[in-house]
């Protein structure tokens, strides 16, 4: 069995393409469709019934286009409204970056201390705090809100002397002298983090390990994608349950060229400047969309 249709996702604005990049990678057969609401973001300080009614736009012009899984590459809007755009679209496999994420982090931790740098509304919903207690209940979590780092970002500013500034502010508190008391993981609870990786960095003096969750929110997928047979036409890999022991090989090709299409709220020709300018030397380029009560 295999499904040409595309995988969708969305984000409140650039921050998502962290995610679709290792989609891409890890599943380069498979088309794409990418909504980002640059025109709305950040979805950080806003209301959770704000960012709901966001995420049920967002994910009904998903649906609308035929995508065949959807991935909310917002932790934010995984945070708010998973569960609510799964029960609204029940024949669609949602998946969100939290729960992958914090997988990763209960496994990349050695002394059970993980901080979590977030938006506000993240941090205000704890599900990072519910979900890594789900993988360890051992580990002590630290969660420390930044929604100031997205504008900044969102703007370009990844090493600019205001981001060095905010991201030192934000961590600082994560960072005590007790060595029995710091933290030996940082998970970038946004989507955006990713992004000011080297700013981040900078800002920890100490071996930290610093987990997002783009690769485990992709690898997850992929096992969603094999499991219930969604994979595009001559891009099958095995499966989790037949990996390949019974004969189930990849093929010498990719049968099917995939398509990707990136959709924004904002500014066309702004978005595309930002994403070449994170991204370097990306070919994606930008067409407008407008969302829900918006629509004429």
């Known amino acids: ?3 040409p249709r595309p995988i969708g996702l969305f984000d409140s604005g650039i921050g998502g393409l962290t995610v679709l990049r290792e989609v891409q990678s890890r599943l380069p057969g498979e088309s794409t469709i990418y909504i980002g609401d640059s025109a709305r973001h950040p979805y950080g300080t806003r209301s959770d019934a704000e960012v709901r009614t966001f995420a049920e736009e ?3 012009e998903l649906v609308g286009r035929g995508v065949k899984a959807m991935i909310i590459a917002c932790n934010t809007a995984t945070a708010v409204a998973l569960e609510h755009l799964r029960e609204r679209h029940p ?3 949602i998946i969100g970056v939290i729960r992958p994420g914090a997988a990763a982090a209960a496994l990349a931790t050695r002394t059970n201390r993980v901080g979590v740098l977030a938006t506000i509304a993240t941090v205000r919903t704890r599900a990072y705090f519910a979900a890594i207690k789900d993988e360890n209940p ?3 979590v630290l969660e420390r809100a930044a929604s100031e780092l997205v504008p900044l970002i969102e703007s370009g500013q990844t090493e600019s002397a205001a981001i060095t500034a905010a991201v030192q ?3 600082h508190p994560l960072l005590t002298d007790d060595q029995s008391d710091r933290i030996d993981t940082l998970l970038l609870g946004c989507t955006h983090f990713p992004l000011i990786r080297r700013a981040i960095g900078g800002a920890i003096t100490t071996p ?6 783009a690769a485990a929110t992709a690898s997850f997928l992929q096992q969603v994608i094999a499991v219930n047979g969604l994979e595009a ?3 099958s890999r095995g499966t989790a349950a037949d990996a390949g022991a019974e004969g189930h090989t990849a093929p010498a090709q990719v049968a099917v060229e995939p398509t990707h299409q990136f959709f924004t709220t904002g500014d066309t020709l702004m978005v595309e400047a930002l994403v070449q300018r994170l991204f370097g030397g990306s070919s994606i380029r930008a067409l407008p969309i407008v969302l829900g009560a918006g629509r004429r």
Do not use: R
């Open 138 to 140: 051992a580990i002590v």
């Open 58 to 60: 967002l994910s009904d």
């Open 208 to 213: 930290i390990a610093i987990v997002d969750s």
């Open 1 to 3: 069995m295999s499904d």
């Open 169 to 171: 502010s934000a961590i």
């Open 233 to 235: 036409p001559g891009s």
């Open 91 to 93: 024949s669609t496999p």
